[in-house]
């Protein structure tokens, strides 16, 4: 398979996967949108490989998607890592928002202060928003199961 794209499109039942390879800094856009001619435009208008379950859509499109198989979001990821190790652009984790994709951008622990729960913002000290749909992180108890699973998911990728 030659690797068209290193951005994708996550298909059908597989919001946790998109989630996942947002955390590894994957520019990962989600639809859940069963229309496979729409899906086949999107993957061409946005450059985009499409991830999906359904394997005639897969089939369709050849090289611009990836047969994801799995029960479960950690399965899913698995099916995916061999397509993922042929990404050679460094993806930066926590890069991007696990709602909407988007790109976060650091923001200082003032501009934090209405949108963090008060027992976080008092002792968070590294902030985040994001751009499109303004969710903020910080780092605390959550931040760090999700390095643990970064981590987890890095070591799949190098083996
Ligand atoms: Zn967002």
Redesign the pocket.
């Known amino acids: 398979m030659k690797i068209v794209s290193d951005r994708f499109l996550v298909n059908g039942m597989l919001g946790g996967l998109a989630r996942k390879l947002r955390m590894l800094g994957f520019d990962a856009e989600f639809s859940s949108d069963d229309d496979s001619v729409l899906i086949r435009y999107r993957s061409r208008a946005e450059n985009r490989i499409v991830l999906t379950k359904h394997a005639e859509l897969a089939k369709s499109l050849g090289d611009r998607a990836w047969l994801v198989s799995g029960a479960g979001t950690g399965e899913e990821f698995h099916s995916v890592v061999p397509l993922l190790r042929r990404i050679t652009g460094p993806a930066d984790p926590l890069s991007r ?6 790109r976060l951008e650091k923001i200082t622990r003032e501009d934090a202060r209405d949108t963090t729960p008060h027992y976080s913002w008092v002792r968070a000290d590294h902030f985040t928003r ?6 903020t992180y910080w780092k605390g108890t959550h931040h760090k199961r999700m390095l643990d699973e970064i981590r987890e998911m890095k070591k799949q990728l190098a083996r």
């Not at 928002?97 to 988007?102: A, R, T, V, Y």
């Not at 994001?130 to 969710?135: P, Q, S």
């Open positions: 928002c696990l709602d909407c994709n988007s994001c751009t499109d749909c303004n969710k």
